[in-house]
């Protein structure tokens, strides 16, 4: 766990990015061993200063941002744990049957904007990260990438994506299932809408289609 984090940190550091507001782990660094998922958004969101290198250091210390940060949104600000978009994430985690605590989180792109439509240079952001999730998975190992969010974005990480939708009960927006190949990693695939607007604690169902329980 520690050498992973440490050529993760020494990567960020030759990429010139370790200082940039964002995160690269929303779980702690113990998380980063072999485990069954990997949780995926798109990239941070909000504002802040919050670096890349503050966020490992928080992650070293056993934080969990899900669990132990207070966020804002244009709505207000919450207690810790209590925003909507961590609460759900909870949820899904007890659907997948292990604590928020213990899964491995991360988001496809480490910096920080409002909305992906706000980040300049999305699609470069993808290369820049993609080698620390490598270096992530390759000790973790999971069997299942749980992603939220467009989909569009994931396939453009992706070497090879095969898959199947299903209507997410939310307007238009579907959610996915199917096998995927990424960052060195050949595995289960689900992917449902971004969690900051689609509400999976009253879709399960629909988590459960997307993991393949139902």
Known sequence: MTN???KVERYLEDADMLDAPGAVLYSSAETVQSGAVYLLGLNPGGEGEWTLRDNLASARKGKN???D?????RKGTYGCGRAPLQLRVVAVCKQLGIPVRNVPASNL???RSRDVGAHKGFQAA???CAPVHTMLLQTIQPKLLFTFGSIDWIKKAANSLV???KKARHGSWDAHRGRIKIFGQDMQFANVPHMSYWHSTTRTDVVDWAIGKS
């Open 4 to 6: 992973a984090i440490d």
């Open 65 to 67: 941002a899900y669990l």
């Open 69 to 73: 940060e207070a966020w804002e949104n």
């Open 109 to 111: 792109v480490f910096t």
């Open 126 to 128: 993808i290369s820049l």
């Open 163 to 165: 898959y199947e939708s």
